[in-house]
C-alpha cells in the first residue's frame, strides 16, 4: 500500500511564502498523477494543483502565479510552493496521488493533510 506523508505546514503571515512536501512509496507503484488539494471546515476539499507523470502541470485559477506544483523523482517528492499567501488560502492542505501497480490497475491515496494558517 501506497503512503503519502505530507509535511511543511505551519502559520504564516500574509504575503509570505510556505512550501510543503508530500513524500510517498513508489517502490512498487508508479504515480500517475500527484496533486494538492485543500479543504476548510464546512466546505468539500478543492483541488489546488496537480502534475501528471508525463509533466504536465494545472492550476486552480485562484493560485496561478503564486502557487508552484513540483516533484522531484530521485527523492520521491511533491512540493508545493506558496508564495503571495493570502488569507482566504488559509486551509487544511491534502497531497493526493493516482498509482499504478503492475497490471495497470489505478489506485487513489490521500495524505493525512497539514495545516496552514495565514493569519498575523
Known amino acids: 500500500q501506497v503512503q503519502l506523508m505530507e509535511s511543511g505546514g505551519g502559520k504564516v503571515q500574509p504575503g509570505g511564502s510556505l512550501s510543503l512536501s508530500c513524500v510517498y512509496d513508489e517502490t512498487i507503484f508508479t504515480p500517475y498523477r500527484l496533486a494538492w488539494y485543500r479543504q476548510t471546515p464546512g466546505n468539500q476539499r478543492e483541488f489546488v494543483a496537480d502534475i501528471m507523470s508525463d509533466g504536465p502541470r494545472n492550476y486552480a485559477n485562484f493560485v496561478k502565479g503564486r502557487f508552484t506544483v513540483s516533484r522531484d523523482r530521485a527523492q520521491s517528492t511533491l512540493y508545493l510552493q506558496m508564495n503571495g499567501l493570502k488569507p482566504e488560502d488559509t486551509a487544511t492542505y491534502y497531497c493526493?496521488?493516482?498509482?499504478?501497480?503492475?497490471?495497470?490497475?489505478?489506485?487513489?491515496?490521500w495524505g493525512q493533510g497539514t495545516q496552514v494558517p495565514v493569519t498575523y
Open positions: 493526493n496521488g493516482v498509482f499504478v501497480d503492475s497490471e495497470g490497475k489505478r489506485t487513489t491515496i
